[in-house]
């Protein structure tokens, strides 16, 4: 079965840095886009970023460029979100989730979805 694993949420302070990291299993990462999402209270699921198969290409939302880095180790077939300098409006659940090539940074645009790891970001 596929499946995907969150880990790595907390309360960070602003300015603060939290690594995420996305574990999956049942398949390989090698053939799907990865992507980053977000959900916080009374908001719609937001795309944070997302990384092709091969870890070649990557696409960031432009409220996180420069402060956030995905990346991703498909012999561990794990996808990594480095966030730095995070900031309050940063809070709220985040999701991996799994889609094919086309998959950009639409919650649409994927098929499986892990159960989420809450960050929160408050002084």
């Known amino acids: 079965q596929l499946q995907l694993v969150e880990s790595g949420g907390g309360l960070v302070q602003p300015g603060g840095s939290l690594r995420l990291s996305c574990a999956a299993s049942g398949f390989t990462l090698d053939y799907y886009v990865i992507g980053w999402f977000r959900q916080a209270p009374g908001r719609e699921r937001e795309g944070v970023s997302c990384?092709?198969?091969?870890?070649?290409?990557?696409y960031y939302a432009d409220s996180v460029k420069g402060r956030f880095t995905i990346s991703k180790d498909n012999a561990r077939n794990t996808v990594y979100l480095q966030m730095n300098s995070l900031k309050p409006e940063d809070t709220g659940v985040y999701y991996c989730?799994?889609?094919?090539?086309?998959?950009?940074?639409?919650?649409?645009?994927?098929?499986?979805w892990g159960q989420g790891t809450q960050v929160t970001v408050s002084s």
């Open positions: 989730a799994a889609g094919p090539v086309a998959a950009a940074l639409s919650p649409y645009d994927y098929d499986y």
């Open positions: 990384i092709s198969s091969r870890g070649g290409n990557r």
